[in-house]
């Protein structure tokens, strides 16, 4: 990752990048609406109720089992279980009120458990390791299920310097990128279906300081810019879609702008990265596809113009620019 000046990008909006992203499936079309186009919310709605009946979200919801799994099991080490398939319908959209989504999560919440491996727990209880935990928490809070136990756990495995670590049940005291992102969604998804609490939001917001003292991609002890995690050994300036546990430098500032935070000096570079990778047609490229089967193909190539990745940089780059 080299590092990049920062400076102050604007946020451009050419008509035919909007034609672009709007010829395409409705779960990107109703976000374009809703964050970049200030789109009434009543035509917003109706552009988002497509998510659960066309597209990637119908043919994914038709791949549900009748016992409330997809891929047969809670989890797996690929992209195509129960809890990535609702990971990627969150990231769609798809409508938590309406009654496709009502009926897959009854499934899921009546039916699938973690196996004996976990005591059977129930699939919104959680198993044991925060990243997992992290993302079923999120998909949880954002499908209206109680995900308080996992909430619970969480606060609880808040490690010293503000994050958490999937590695903290082996003795590491340091937190890792990719496990804090992970937490910090889910705590935030459920102080927005749920309301703030005191121990939530101080839990959250020491989270957020983490990421923010270290710039969103430097070392706190030396400054030093961090080119790979260690864990996975990918390069945070790639930005994914899906990102599944993965961290990124978009990623990062994704949250920081769900949860209303006013930018400030420290997301400057990380801002400045993004807008570098913008090309001539003022689009982003898909920086990395984690291999393993996806739950529906969303016909994105690696390193190629990619709809997901030029929506979610424009509206951190919105974000930015309309609070500074």
Sequence with gaps: MTTIPPERPAFNL?????GWLLDSDPSIRWQVLQD?????????????????TEGWGAQMLALQA????????????????TMHFLWLLRDLGLDPDSDQARQALGLVRDNVTWGEEWDNNPFFVGEVEPCINGQ????????????????????GEQLADGGWNCEAEFGSTRASFNTTICVLEALLEYELANGSSPEVTEARLRGQEYLLERHLFRRKSTGEVIKQ???????????????WWHYDVLRGLEYLRRAGVTPDERVAEAIALVES????????????????????????????????ITLRALRVLRWYVGLN
């Excluded at 009748?66 to 279980?81: D, E, L, R």
């Excluded at 001539?280 to 193909?297: I, K, Q």
């Design 229 to 243: 995690d260690r864990k996975g050994k990918l390069d945070w300036s790639r930005f994914a879609f899906p990102t």
């Design 14 to 18: 050419q008509v035919s990048l909007v």
């Design 136 to 155: 079923v928490g999120a998909i949880g809070a954002y499908f209206k299920q109680d995900v308080r136990r996992i909430i619970d756990r969480l606060l």
């Design 66 to 81: 009748a016992n409330g799994t997809w891929g047969g099991a809670a989890w797996n080490p690929g992209w195509n279980s």
């Design 36 to 52: 970049l186009l200030d789109t009434p919310s009543d035509v917003v709605v109706q552009e988002r109720a497509w998510v659960a």
């Design 277 to 308: 990778k913008r090309d001539s047609e003022g689009r982003w490229r898909l920086g990395v596809r984690y291999p393993g089967p996806m739950p529906v193909e969303l016909g994105e190539e690696e390193g190629q113009p990619s709809r997901w």
